[in-house]
């Protein structure tokens, strides 16, 4: 995953119909790892890249989950946010 994705991209991943994904194809939340060594930019592309590139949807054991965002913060703030208070 490139280091900024554009607004088109951002969009098409918050848009994303969850009943067009095949659970298969995406990560359960809990075979995600957050590796602190890395710097949080870092962490974030990482974490990214193990969630295929849709930190927006994701599996919760046999639960196939899409979040979003509300309020004026950008997914890279939320996200930095989360990993910088994960560690």
């Given at each position: 995953?490139?280091?900024?994705?554009?607004?088109?991209?951002?969009?098409?991943?918050?848009?994303?119909?969850?009943?067009?994904?095949?659970?298969?194809?995406?990560?359960?939340?809990?075979?995600?790892?957050?590796?602190?060594?890395?710097?949080?930019?870092?962490?974030?592309?990482?974490?990214?890249?193990?969630?295929?590139?849709?930190?927006?949807?994701?599996?919760?054991?046999g639960l196939l989950v899409k979040t979003s965002f509300s309020?004026?913060?950008?997914?890279?703030?939320?996200?930095?946010?989360?990993?910088?208070?994960?560690?």
């Amino acid at each position: 995953m490139s280091q900024t994705i554009t607004a088109e991209e951002y969009q098409r991943l918050k848009a994303i119909d969850i009943r067009a994904v095949d659970p298969n194809t995406v990560p359960d939340i809990h075979t995600v790892k957050i590796d602190t060594t890395l710097p949080p930019a870092e962490r974030i592309r990482d974490v990214a890249r193990q969630m295929n590139g849709n930190p927006f949807v994701y599996r919760c054991g046999g639960l196939l989950v899409k979040t979003s965002f509300s309020g004026s913060r950008t997914l890279q703030e939320v996200l930095e946010d989360c990993l910088e208070h994960s560690i």
